[in-house]
């Protein structure tokens, strides 16, 4: 029986650490993938900031 409680405490913290892993290595990828999405939206915009706007030149009198 002893032998049995042994087996069983060590699947069941087993099955915790992996799961607690798992949640950590999702946790991270979703923060990485919203890491990315926000420096390409920001990238975009530094982007649209730099080009030069277009200016309606004033037309030439003759």
Known sequence: ???????????????????????KVESDRLRNDLWNEAE????EQDQAQAAPKA??????RV
């Open 1 to 23: 029986m002893k032998k049995f409680a042994q087996i069983a405490a060590v699947l069941i913290s087993s099955t915790v650490a992996g799961v607690l892993v798992w949640r």
């Open 40 to 43: 390409a939206i920001s990238a």
């Open 55 to 60: 200016q309606p030149v004033p037309a030439q």
